[in-house]
DNA sequence: ATGGTGGATTTTCCA
């Protein structure tokens, strides 16, 4: 199984994109965040047109994610199902194959010590105890998407200029940690233990033309996943061209 | 400390 995570900011805006990325590439499972749209408005028609049946959690203005597959999508979970008033569509889940898949967009939390920083790290407490729910013992289990939050300085193209900032902070670090607590490794490190390679450049310092970016779209998977994986890259020529997103698709192959 | 660009919906919010 091929699956792949990408923050596409708004599915609309970047429907020809996605659609030369699915042909390109020949995902299976597909993990899309920031679909910024209604479900009604979503896609649906050109995406099942291109073979892909589609589960979405939108939203108007912001947020929404999808998973998209060539096969069945099954067990479809919407929300962080803990019985708090969540607005905010940033987590879906489903079954696909053998493969139990949740697909996260986490809070970017502004600036460390703003509000929506606090709510960020409980919103990821939140996300743990959710997967730690879901997960069972061994299982195929991939949670991917935007984590907004890079592991260690390997996955900040300046770690000075980043030092303690959002998206490097040792807080944010220590929750996603929650995750990897929970008995799942990061699939990309499995093949690259080398920093230098990103997943998202800022449209606003014109971060891809300088070559400056960081790691924060994950892919971190149980132990017969971590065990099957064959290969884990960063798609760079979907943040290339005309129109992109600010975000590289990630992709790894599950042998089986 | 601030602004740069991009998307959605609007003259502003979020990233």
Wanted: a negative charge.
């Amino acid at each position: 199984m091929r699956i792949a995570t990408w923050n596409v900011n708004s599915v609309r805006a970047r429907l020809p994109r996605i659609l030369e990325f699915l042909e390109r590439v020949r995902p299976d499972v597909v993990c899309l965040q920031e679909t910024k749209c209604l479900d009604e408005v979503f896609p649906l028609e050109a995406l099942e047109e291109a073979g892909w049946s589609a589960a979405t959690s939108g939203q108007k203005t912001y947020n929404g994610v999808a998973i998209l597959a060539r096969g069945r999508i099954e067990d479809v979970v919407r929300g962080l199902d803990d019985g708090v008033e969540d607005p905010e569509a940033r987590v879906i889940s489903a079954q696909v194959g053998d493969v139990m898949v949740v697909n996260a967009y986490v809070v970017n939390g502004q600036q460390v010590g703003a509000d929506r920083y606090h709510y960020k790290l409980g919103w990821m407490l939140r996300l743990r105890d959710f997967v730690a729910r879901r997960a069972s013992q061994g299982e195929k289990l991939v949670v991917c998407g935007d984590f907004n939050v890079t592991f260690d300085d390997r996955d900040v193209h300046d770690p000075l200029l980043w030092h303690e900032k959002i998206l490097c902070s040792t807080p944010e670090r220590q929750a996603l940690s929650g995750l990897t607590g929970l008995g799942l490794k990061d699939a990309f490190r499995k093949f690259h233990e080398e920093g230098g390679h990103y997943t998202w450049w800022d449209f606003r310092t014109r971060g891809w033309q300088r070559k400056a970016g960081l790691r924060i779209d994950h892919m971190l998977v149980s132990p017969p996943v971590y065990e099957a994986l064959t290969s884990c890259t960063i798609d760079l020529a979907a943040r290339d061209g005309l129109q992109p997103s600010d975000h590289a698709p990630v992709v790894a192959e599950i042998q089986g």
